[in-house]
């Protein structure tokens, strides 16, 4: 009777060891992954480079390249894709202007909640190109002195080979090097468009 007992004591022990093993042992081997190697997680999921802090652009009143005003509430009433450059449009900036018509239209029935600006800080502009190829975008003349504290707030670090994310709010939030795959772009403001209310 005894030795039942003591059997039966013995494999509730293993038993008890063993669960406890397989709850302790994920968290060793977490520990030992994070504080014993060199291996860390992703600290983020974005494929941009996030502006912080946001920047919130200044109200500059700008003209469009036919001599109108800038709508009144640009950059607060939608999310915007930006880019900002010569305004001749070299070949980086056709490879931006298309990497950013693209992502819009790939957004399907989200793209109303999206526009696109176009900052052209010389040179402004290469005015049959963009009117046939880039309809509806937004081409701006910040070529004057009105603007250059709005253009301050963008990085000037690659800025012909970038797309700038600006929130309906009017904050300057995120970087996007064009040279690379566009789909992080694209993902990044579906992602965006589903959290906000706004815009």
């Not at 008890?16 to 291996?39: C, E, H, K, N, V």
């Not at 992602?191 to 209310?197: D, F, G, R, V, Y």
């Amino acid at each position: 009777m005894a030795t039942a007992e003591s059997e039966l004591r013995s494999r509730n022990l293993r038993m008890l060891a063993a669960l406890a093993g397989l709850f302790l042992l994920p968290l060793a081997i977490a520990f030992w992954m994070y504080y014993g190697t060199d291996w860390r997680p992703a600290r983020t999921v974005n494929h941009g480079e996030l502006i912080t802090p946001v920047r919130p652009l200044p109200a500059d009143h700008l003209q469009t390249m036919t001599g109108g005003a800038a709508p009144s509430e640009l950059f607060h009433r939608k999310w915007s894709l930006v880019y900002v450059g010569d305004g001749r449009c070299d070949a980086a900036c056709r490879q931006a202007l298309l990497v950013m018509r693209q992502t819009r239209l790939s957004l399907n029935s989200e793209m109303s909640r999206v526009e696109r600006v176009f900052l052209a800080t010389s040179q402004c502009c290469a005015r049959e190109f963009l009117a046939q190829e880039h309809p509806g975008l937004l081409v701006l003349d910040a070529t004057g002195p009105s603007a250059s504290s709005l253009l301050s707030a963008f990085p000037l670090s690659e800025r012909e080979q970038s797309l700038f994310i600006v929130d309906p709010l009017g904050n300057l939030m995120m970087r996007y090097d064009v040279r690379q795959n566009p789909k992080g772009l694209l993902q990044d403001l579906k992602t965006l468009l589903s959290l906000s209310h706004i815009g």
